[in-house]
Nanobody
Framework: VQLQASGGGLVEPGGSLRLSCAAS????????MGWFRQAPGKEREFVAA????????PYADSVKGRFAISRDNAKNTVYLRMNSLKLEDTAVYYC????????????WGQGTQVTVSS
């Protein structure tokens, strides 16, 4: 599956953004979809994930209560709604896909930049 992330941008602290990740192919609902991020000088970190059924997996503690992952299987798209953004949320955000819970993510999008700044 090929993934195309979009929706990043510049936002003030406390603001909101919604990221989208469009997937190719006709088997999108079979994939577990995840969002990751990588801030400058830091390792890539997990943010959120969602099963094909729409059940969400536990969020990263740093975004719990502020971010929400969702998907629309009819549109082959996964979303990340980000509210109450903080300076430390600044990063390149990547969507990823895998077919099995026990496997590593093996399909990655190109990333979209989110910058939180006043």
């Amino acid at each position: 599956v090929q993934l195309q992330a979009s929706g990043g941008g510049l936002v003030e602290p406390g603001g909101s953004l919604r990221l989208s990740c469009a997937a190719s192919g006709r088997t999108f609902s079979r994939y577990i979809m995840g969002w990751f991020r990588q801030a400058p000088g830091k390792e890539r970190e997990f943010v959120a994930a969602i099963l094909g059924s729409g059940i969400t997996l536990p969020y990263a503690d740093s975004v719990k209560g502020r971010f929400a992952i969702s998907r629309d299987n009819a549109k082959n798209t996964v979303y990340l709604r980000m509210n109450s953004l903080k300076l430390e949320d600044t990063a390149v955000y990547y969507c990823a896909a895998k077919t099995n819970y026990d496997l590593e993510y093996d399909n990655w999008g190109q990333g979209t930049q989110v910058t939180v700044s006043s």
